[in-house]
């Protein structure tokens, strides 16, 4: 489903399309764009993890499009570091509707986590590419979960 779509059509707004890659029919275009060059553009994503499909959209909606990149919203924003200094240099603001940390702090709240569970993904989240992984933190949880279930 494309987000951007529905939020154009609820909104009244003409919507702009960015591929991942060129076509290699056709126009070959990023972009199908039908919103006047010059038009100011929010970015509208599902998730945004390390900020590289909002920078891509971004570079190609202010090159090919022509457009003027105002914002980002998405729907959950993990807010890694990554994606925090990739998009703090594009200089755009970024919204979300949810965050990782949020969404692990609801599901301890909920019952749906156990503290250890949450402890283990915080800390996953503060260094995702060097984390080493404590199976047993997650298999308490999984346990848990078991016999709520049975």
């Known amino acids: 489903m494309i987000w951007s779509t529905l939020v154009a059509n609820a909104l ?13 029919h056709g126009s070959g275009a990023l972009v199908e764009c039908s919103p006047p060059p010059g038009a100011k553009a929010v970015i509208v994503d599902d998730l ?7 920078e891509h959209a971004y570079r190609a909606i ?4 022509q457009l003027v990149p105002v914002g980002v919203m998405s729907i959950v924003n993990w807010d890694f570091e990554e994606m925090r200094r ?3 240099q594009l ?13 692990l702090e609801a ?13 283990e993904l915080r800390t996953f989240y503060r260094d995702p590419e060097h984390h080493l992984w404590n199976l047993q ?14």
């Open 107 to 119: 599901a301890v709240d909920l019952g749906g986590l156990s503290q250890s569970a949450a402890h």
């Open 62 to 65: 202010k090159g090919e499009g």
């Open 48 to 54: 945004i993890a390390s900020g590289g499909s909002v």
């Open 12 to 24: 009244g707004k003409s919507h702009a399309f960015v591929r991942k890659e060129r076509k290699r």
């Open 137 to 150: 933190a997650l298999k308490g949880h999984s346990d848990r979960q078991k016999a709520r279930v049975a």
């Open 86 to 88: 990739r998009l703090t």
């Open 91 to 103: 200089r755009i603001p970024v919204h979300a509707l949810t965050s990782y940390p949020e969404l």
